[in-house]
């Protein structure tokens, strides 16, 4: 997956949470238990951690009233280079995580995760992007400060796994 195209998929994303965001979604409890997602043959298994993330999806639509709302019991295929799996929303998904090693290409960063959801006749596509740690950053202490913080990002980078975010929310059409 390209670069560009990553943007443009966290893009889209960020606007279809925007959106979500903006107009407030009653969201139905999960009742339904964590899916666990599956893992190709074909991922080097040396890139997983021992820890997996529930990711929430959710589905909404905009309804006669212009308002957003959620549409239950639509069904989300998952999918990326290395994942496959199936939510009936709402449900939270299980997805491993992956080291971020300078061992691998890309740092180890997984690629997003798409979710395609159908309910009736209406359906919808979003991504989610794994992002790293944050780690905040020392002012005003010297070089010295500035190269212990140096050490300490680049030893938090090679040691956090990539966090996908909570939700992922697909907006239906």
């Given at each position: 997956m390209s670069l560009s195209l990553v943007r443009r998929a966290a893009t889209l994303s960020s606007l279809v949470l925007l959106v979500a965001c903006v107009a407030p979604v009653q969201y139905a409890k999960i009742t339904a238990a964590p899916q666990p997602v599956s893992v190709l043959a074909s991922v080097n298994k040396a890139r997983l951690t021992d820890k997996t993330q529930p990711i929430e999806i959710r589905t909404i639509t905009k309804g006669a009233d212009g308002k957003m709302q959620e549409v239950t019991g639509a069904k989300c295929k998952l999918t990326s280079d290395e994942l496959r799996g199936e939510v009936m929303t709402p449900q939270a998904a299980v997805v491993p995580t992956f080291k971020q090693s300078k061992d691998f290409a890309g740092r180890g960063l997984p690629s997003g995760l798409v979710a395609d959801c159908t309910a009736g006749k209406l359906k919808g596509r979003a991504i989610s992007i794994a992002?790293?740690?944050?780690?905040?950053?020392?002012?005003?202490?010297?070089?010295?400060?500035?190269?212990?913080?140096?050490?300490?990002t680049a030893a938090v980078a090679s040691s956090t796994p990539w966090n996908w975010p909570p939700a992922l929310v697909v907006e239906l059409k």
């Open positions: 992002q790293e740690k944050q780690v905040s950053t020392a002012t005003g202490g010297g070089l010295g400060v500035a190269l212990v913080t140096l050490a300490v």
